[in-house]
């Protein structure tokens, strides 16, 4: 099944279905996006796909990219969209409940950054497969969004940083052994949507 997406809007509303709404403006971001096969394709549109470690290697963090994801997490805490921006590679791949989105601007990535109602505080980081960082979050409020009765909890991600800049987040489920992964590459005609 195709995934077509008609505006930046609608993948703001979809990007985030735990934690509510922002307040923030778009900047003048792009307002379409376009859907590309991905490679390894899941199975179904919201799976991870293959590859992304739902769990650590039992390894620390590498430092240097811990500090760029902590640097990030407290810039957009602060409500400093332009910093937290600054942080993120372009182009870069997200996935929250959503397919993959490729991140293909900077405007792109900004608008991500405005779309996430909550703020971050990181708890715990550890290093895992392929040079991705499995990190949890305490989910806060931010200046600027609305993070609503999503406070207070924790989440997930599985994020790859590359010449310090976030390349590649995606959010895990709270519980790694109730996840299936999609098949492996080939399978399935899912799209990654690129802004």
Known sequence: MRVRLLSLGVLCA????ACGGSGDGDDGAARTVRTVPESPAPRRALDLPR????????APADPAQAKVIRDWTQALRGGD???????WAVPSKVQNGTPVIELSSRAAVRLFQTSLPCGALVTDSAGAARGFTIVTVRLTQRRGGDCGSGAGSSARTAIRVRGGKIAEWYRLPDDP????PGPAPGGGDDDETTV
């Open 81 to 87: 969209v332009q910093a937290a921006s600054a942080l």
């Open 177 to 180: 052994d109730g996840h299936r």
């Open 51 to 58: 590859g992304v470690p739902l769990r650590s290697s039992g």
């Open 14 to 17: 979809i990007a985030l279905p």
